[in-house]
């Protein structure tokens, strides 16, 4: 796994250390279900996971937009809080965007490795000129 | 929305601002405001405060293309209320023209090249992270895009693969076009973090 906070320790507001405060509030904040049962949601360990919430959580990664009430009910009716439902999907949705900040942020690295070990190409001198975006009609007002 | 409780525990400052976002608004506050409110600490300082910087920090892209690329990854996992809301910006910095061509097709759509190899990563890392190889980090290279601005564009795409799975899990009413717009128009103005 790539690390979170790569060269960006020392500053707060740099998005992955902004990530890993957002994953420490979710993961290991206080809250109604444990940690480590979020830690297992959000990292679909489905073998860990009690049956009842099994569907759920693979609903949620896999294809969230077939979410359904009975889904949500049957939570709640065999005794999930609705405020450990919302601890819950919160940890499985955190889960599925780490998935994709890890694979990018590898797909960097391993872009770096083969950058140090190839011969270099030229970036073509258009890149250079290309402009910068527009502005916004409302970001100006 | 599923879990209703949700609407109703905030702390007394939150419950005041809902207020007068619904009397300013004429309408109730959208779903994605009373649970970003919901145990604010939990989720939505921290997710807000990840949320503004990449969306609205420092950035060799312009927001409307950081909301463009929110709106692309939003309808790639189909989740209406995002796209909507993420769309409605982009209709109003870049053009509703430049929306619709994207959602069609990408690859034609008119867009600068550094943006079309950005769509071109945030389509695999949305659909296949797993197929996510330094190929397409080095595509985007070769077309001027620097790694800050790679690291941008997976950044976009984590926040929206988180939101579009909480946004449809608990059920968020979709707004209506001027609803969409008017959030749009706040969005633009003020940001996305809530601290």
Known sequence: MVPLVPDTDNDDTAPESLF???????????????????????????????????????????????????QVRDLLTVGWSEDQVF?????VALGAGQRRLDAGLAAIARAQTRQATEPVTAVPAQAAAWPVAEVTRHAAA | MRLPSLSR?????????LKMI??????????????????????????????????????EWSIGERELMATFVSNLNECRFCAGSHGAIVDATLGPELTAAVLADWRTAPLRAPLRAAFALLETLTLQPGEVGPELVEAAYEHGVTEQGVRDVVHVC??????????????????????????????????YAIS
């Not at chain 2, 608004?25 to 994605?32: L, N």
Request: aromatic share 10%; hydrophobic share 40%; charged share 30%.
């Open chain 2, 9 to 17: 525990s905030w702390r007394f400052s939150d419950r005041v601002k």
């Open chain 2, 158 to 191: 984590a926040i929206f693969c988180t939101i579009n799975r909480i946004a449809d899990a608990v059920d968020f009413a979709i707004p209506d076009d001027k609803g969409f717009q008017g959030d749009a128009y706040q969005l633009l103005k003020r940001g």
């Open chain 1, 87 to 91: 601890e819950l999907t919160v940890a």
């Open chain 2, 22 to 59: 619904r009397i300013a608004s004429g309408r109730p506050p959208a779903d994605i405001l009373k649970i970003l409110h919901y145990r604010r600490e939990f989720f939505g300082e921290p997710f807000t405060a990840w949320v503004h910087q990449v969306l609205r920090g420092p950035s």
């Open chain 1, 20 to 70: 890993a405060v957002l994953r420490h509030a979710v993961l290991d904040g206080p809250g109604s279900t444990p940690s480590r049962v979020r830690h297992v949601v959000a990292h679909a360990k489905l073998d860990e996971v009690s049956h009842e919430l099994r569907g759920y959580v693979d609903t949620m990664r896999e294809h969230a937009w077939r979410s359904t009430d009975e």
